[in-house]
């Protein structure tokens, strides 16, 4: 196995196990063998390649991208904010030109008197 293959397959060497004990049986089956083998040396080498060319994801940039979402985060809540705080004003404005009117529940007496 390749040296910088190992860690992706996970072992040194490729071994088939519980082969039959007749030499012919095993001729037989060495062909489908080899070619399962060269299949994961294959797919290990392709994802050693993707792995090799991908640019590393490091701590700075993994820290900067949680940085952009966090801020794009409080800038939504900054907006959501600012608009309730015009609601806000409009309503206050609106209740000071007696527009609206602001009730509260009065309470109530009980009939004894108390």
Known sequence: MPEELRNIVGARELV???????ARKRARLALGII????ARIDAARETY???KNA????????AKTLFRNTLG????????TAVMMA??????????ADEIGI?????RHDQRGC
């Open 16 to 22: 088939e196990k519980d082969l039959p004990s007749d």
């Open 35 to 38: 070619n399962g083998f060269l």
């Open 49 to 51: 390649q993707a792995h």
């Open 55 to 62: 640019p590393d994801l490091t701590l700075s940039v993994a």
């Open 73 to 80: 985060t409080d800038e939504k809540k900054s907006a959501s």
């Open 87 to 96: 609601e806000h004003d409009q309503i206050v404005q609106r209740q000071a």
């Open 103 to 107: 009730f509260t529940r009065r309470k």
